[in-house]
């Protein structure tokens, strides 16, 4: 009995740096862990795989895959499949990003196995069925269901497991596979380039400056981009700011845009759609600005200013600019 | 070119989640309904696409006799048939059973092309459109954001970004593609096309009499608690720049 989990690399091809476990795949393998109980706990990574990293994380076999040159979701699915067969694997796990929803997602077409996407809990009832919790709507609601199958596939939703390492590290075993793939799996392979935006990622900027319809137009987000800059942070924006065509879709902090996690989010003129929740509900302080004090943020906020963010934004620029630039010159005591 | 859309009518929860007594559904007696906004972007790219190189776009969708409102809203952006595969009122079907029922419509259509959005926004099952393509046993790729085609040469050209880096996928038609919001800004209907939606056939299939399948089996639904707060409020208007300053002095993002 051997639970498999998918460990995604951060790095790697493309930027050239050493790969490390993406911390996705971090929080998949704690989820497996508890799955696995007693049993086997195998990884399995295309590259190669950071073996003490996944021991930390209680992972007892490496499956180290090589000679699928890029990623090519339904060639890895074949591989996973094949893996369970040769080891009796009764679950396969997956981090819920695009990658693992993915190609787990081949792995149920492929078996004819049902799959459950971002799962939050899964407990094995022994009987043949998983009693899971996974999320709908982004994680606005919670299914609870039964999945009942030969072997259970499922992803884990990635901001409801934290990643924790094993109490204590496991001796790894690690297995090199060469698999022979079928050109048809090969057929549909990514060709992986550097994007070209460059800039602190929305996804992991440490402060966010968020702007919704209080903007009003595609001309007043200066003094938000001002303010941005001030914190060493990057404007987000609402899903209405997007679909009126104001701001890039790539900005866009929601359900179907973003989710962020940073220290401070900073929500300018965002009322606070139940859709908007679900991607900015990983901040750690949020302080709204807004000209109405019964709008759904402030039931989210921790603090919040009630003012036109037209009044209060360019204030507070000027307020940092000051404290940047103190009277008396911060180098003397460099002389 | 012929392109099949794949839609689902789900319902727009605005303020908050309430469910039904027997929390099996969510409580939709004061919503609207709509298509996610993933596959408002698959019509807006199927409409783009056969502007551009001719042919038509048929969507199809899998529920209620209701369902009709939202096919025919496809209608008025410019989809020139529409096909109602029918479900009783309140089957949920799953993700296995959906694909199935879809490839009914999808095989003997000679589509070269067949759009979804890549998840659903209601049950967000992330594999209705693989689950497709294998049964068609055509290639795929999901949570599209850039899509070039190559009429002549029968190939599509399709792009995400995932982890900062640009992943480009080449696929040969016909093919099935799922999309993301922000692969285009949708547009709004036109009179004319209202006019035309209002009158248009649409085509009716019975579904799947039950929701019997191997998928996933609800059942119960709940929403999580959320964190209930009352911001702090720090003052009205620029005056309350000084209170400000010193929050963010102690949550550390300005020393």
Same mark, same amino acid.
């Given at each position: 009995?051997? @639970?498999?989990?998918?460990?995604? =690399?951060?790095?790697?091809?493309?930027?050239?740096?050493?790969?490390?476990?993406? /911390?996705?795949?971090?929080?998949?393998?704690? #989820?497996?862990?508890?799955?696995?109980?007693?049993?086997?706990?195998?990884?399995?990574? #295309?590259?190669?795989?950071?073996?003490? /990293? $996944?021991?930390?994380?209680?992972?007892?076999?490496?499956?180290?895959?090589? %000679?699928?040159?890029?990623?090519?979701?339904?060639? *890895?699915?074949?591989? =996973?499949?094949?893996?369970?067969?040769?080891?009796?694997?009764?679950?396969?796990?997956?981090?819920?990003?695009?990658?693992?929803?993915?190609?787990?997602?081949? +792995?149920?077409?492929?078996?004819?196995?049902?799959?459950?996407?971002?799962?939050?809990?899964?407990?094995?009832?022994?009987?043949?069925?998983?009693?899971?919790?996974?999320?709908? *709507?982004?994680?606005?609601?919670l299914e609870e269901a039964v999945l009942e199958a030969s072997a259970a596939v499922l992803t884990v939703a990635t901001d409801a497991v934290s990643p924790v390492p094993a109490e204590s590290a496991a001796a790894v075993t690690v297995h090199h596979v060469a698999p022979s793939v079928d050109g048809g799996d090969l057929a549909v392979r990514a060709v992986e380039t550097a994007a070209?935006?460059?800039?602190?990622?929305?996804?992991?900027?440490?402060?966010?400056?968020?702007?919704?319809?209080?903007?009003?137009?595609?001309? %007043?987000?200066?003094?938000?981009?001002?303010?941005?800059?001030? +914190?060493?942070?990057?404007?987000?924006?609402?899903?209405?700011?997007?679909?009126?065509? *104001?701001?890039?879709?790539?900005?866009? @902090?929601?359900?179907?845009?973003?989710?962020?996690?940073?220290? !401070?989010?900073?929500?300018?003129?965002?009322?606070?759609?139940?859709?908007? #929740?679900?991607?900015?509900?990983?901040?750690?302080?949020?302080?709204?600005?807004?000209?109405?004090?019964?709008?759904?943020?402030?039931?989210?906020?921790?603090?919040?200013?009630?003012?036109?963010?037209?009044?209060?934004?360019?204030? +507070?620029?000027?307020? $940092?600019?000051?404290?940047?630039?103190?009277?008396?010159?911060?180098?003397?005591?460099?002389? | 070119?012929?392109?099949?859309?794949?839609?689902?009518?789900?319902?727009t929860v605005g303020g908050a989640i309430t469910l039904t007594a027997d929390r099996r559904a969510i409580d939709t007696r004061a919503s609207g309904f709509a298509i996610s906004p993933h596959e408002e972007c698959a019509v807006e790219e199927a409409v783009r696409l056969v502007e551009k190189f001719g042919g038509s776009v048929m969507v199809a969708t899998l529920g209620p006799a209701v369902a009709e409102e939202q096919l025919r809203a496809c209608l008025a952006l410019g989809a020139s048939g529409a096909v109602l595969i029918e479900t009783e009122p309140g089957l949920e079907a799953?993700?296995?059973?959906?694909?199935?029922?879809?490839?009914?419509?999808?095989?003997?259509?000679?589509?070269?092309?067949?759009?979804?959005?890549?998840?659903?926004?209601?049950?967000?099952?992330?594999?209705?459109?693989?689950? =497709?393509?294998? !049964?068609?046993?055509?290639?795929?790729?999901?949570?599209?954001?850039?899509?070039?085609?190559?009429?002549?040469?029968?190939?599509?050209?399709?792009?995400?970004?995932?982890?900062?880096? +640009?992943?480009? #996928?080449? $696929?040969?038609?016909?093919?099935?593609?799922?999309?993301?919001?922000?692969?285009? !800004?949708?547009?709004?209907?036109?009179?004319?096309?209202?006019?035309?939606?209002?009158?248009?056939?649409?085509?009716?299939?019975?579904?799947?009499?039950?929701?019997?399948?191997?998928?996933?089996?609800?059942?119960?639904?709940?929403?999580?608690?959320?964190?209930?707060?009352?911001?702090?409020?720090?003052?009205?208007?620029?005056?309350?720049?000084?209170?400000? @300053?010193? @929050?963010?002095?102690?949550?550390?993002?300005?020393?």
């Open positions: 009995m051997t @639970v498999f989990c998918l460990a995604e =690399l951060d790095g790697g091809a493309v930027d050239g740096t050493a790969a490390g476990v993406a /911390d996705a795949s971090l929080r998949a393998i704690t #989820f497996a862990r508890g799955l696995a109980a007693s049993g086997g706990l195998a990884a399995v990574v #295309f590259g190669d795989p950071p073996v003490s /990293d $996944l021991a930390a994380y209680g992972v007892t076999d490496v499956h180290a895959v090589s %000679g699928i040159d890029g990623y090519a979701p339904q060639a *890895w699915a074949r591989v =996973l499949q094949s893996l369970m067969s040769e080891h009796s694997g009764h679950a396969v796990v997956a981090a819920g990003t695009e990658r693992g929803n993915e190609v787990l997602a081949h +792995l149920g077409a492929i078996t004819g196995l049902p799959m459950a996407a971002n799962c939050a809990q899964a407990v094995d009832n022994g009987d043949g069925g998983y009693a899971i919790v996974r999320q709908r *709507w982004a994680g606005l609601l070209g935006a460059g800039g602190a990622s929305l996804a992991t900027a440490r402060v966010v400056v968020g702007g919704g319809r209080g903007v009003g137009g595609a001309d %007043g987000f200066g003094p938000l981009e001002e303010l941005a800059a001030l +914190l060493g942070g990057v404007v987000g924006v609402s899903r209405v700011v997007t679909s009126e065509g *104001w701001r890039p879709h790539t900005m866009q @902090v929601g359900q179907t845009g973003t989710k962020i996690t940073p220290d !401070l989010y900073l929500a300018c003129g965002i009322s606070g759609a139940i859709q908007h #929740f679900a991607g900015c509900s990983g901040a750690k302080s949020i302080i709204a600005v807004n000209t109405d004090p019964a709008a759904p943020m402030m039931t989210r906020a921790d603090y919040a200013v009630i003012g036109d963010l037209h009044a209060v934004i360019p204030a +507070l620029v000027t307020a $940092l600019r000051d404290r940047a630039v103190p009277s008396g010159g911060g180098a003397a005591g460099r002389t | 070119m012929k392109i099949l859309v794949c839609v689902k009518r789900v319902p799953g993700p296995m059973a959906t694909a199935a029922a879809l490839h009914s419509v999808a095989a003997d259509g000679g589509f070269d092309l067949v759009l979804l959005g890549n998840e659903a926004s209601d049950t967000g099952d992330y594999q209705v459109g693989i689950r =497709l393509a294998h !049964l068609l046993g055509w290639p795929a790729a999901t949570g599209i954001k850039a899509l070039a085609m190559d009429d002549a040469a029968g190939r599509a050209s399709a792009s995400r970004t995932y982890r900062g880096v +640009l992943e480009t #996928f080449a $696929l040969e038609l016909p093919c099935v593609v799922t999309v993301k919001e922000g692969i285009n !800004l949708p547009r709004y209907p036109s009179l004319p096309g209202r006019l035309r939606a209002k009158r248009a056939a649409i085509t009716r299939v019975p579904g799947p009499a039950s929701a019997a399948s191997a998928d996933v089996r609800m059942t119960s639904l709940r929403v999580p608690d959320a964190p209930k707060k009352q911001a702090t409020v720090l003052g009205q208007g620029a005056e309350a720049v000084p209170a400000l @300053v010193n @929050v963010l002095v102690e949550l550390g993002v300005v020393s």
